[in-house]
C-alpha cells in the first residue's frame, strides 16, 4: 500500500515562488512515475508535472515548462515541485500521485486515469 503526504502550499503574490513535498508514507513505494496534478474550483484536474525514474525521464506542459520543476531525493522517498514566477492562474489544490505498484512506462503519462495513489492535496493561492 502506498500513502502520499503533499506539504508546501500556501498564499503567495505573482511572481513568488513555492516548493511543494510529497513524501511517501508506509512501508514501501513500488510505484516508477510519480506525478503532480492540479485542480481549481470548477475545472478539470490537469497534469503539471511527472517524473518517470525507471527510464530517468521528466515531464511538464507547456503551460508551466520552464517554471515548474519536479525532482526525486530517493534517500528521503520524497518528490517535490519546486514552482517559480507564480501565476494568479496557477491557483489550485495540487496533489501527488504515483502510478500503479509494479506498472512500467516508456514515457511519462500525463492522464489522471494511469495514476492509483493520491494524496490528499495542498492548497496553493497566488495574489495579484
Known amino acids: 500500500q502506498v500513502q502520499l503526504v503533499e506539504s508546501g502550499g500556501g498564499l503567495v503574490q505573482a511572481g513568488d515562488s513555492l516548493r511543494l513535498s510529497c513524501a511517501a508514507s508506509?512501508?514501501?513505494?513500488?510505484?516508477?512515475?510519480m506525478g503532480w496534478f492540479r485542480q481549481a474550483p470548477g475545472k478539470e484536474r490537469e497534469f503539471v508535472a511527472g517524473i518517470n525514474w525507471s527510464i530517468g525521464s521528466t515531464y511538464s506542459p507547456d503551460s508551466v515548462k520552464g517554471r515548474f520543476t519536479i525532482s526525486r531525493v530517493n534517500a528521503k522517498n520524497t518528490v517535490y515541485l519546486q514552482m517559480n514566477r507564480l501565476k494568479p492562474e496557477d491557483t489550485a489544490v495540487y496533489y501527488c500521485a504515483a502510478t500503479g505498484t509494479g506498472r512500467y512506462y516508456y514515457t511519462v503519462p500525463s492522464s489522471s486515469d494511469e495514476y492509483d495513489y493520491w494524496g490528499k492535496g495542498t492548497q496553493v493561492t497566488v495574489s495579484s
Open positions: 508506509g512501508r514501501t513505494l513500488r510505484s516508477y512515475v
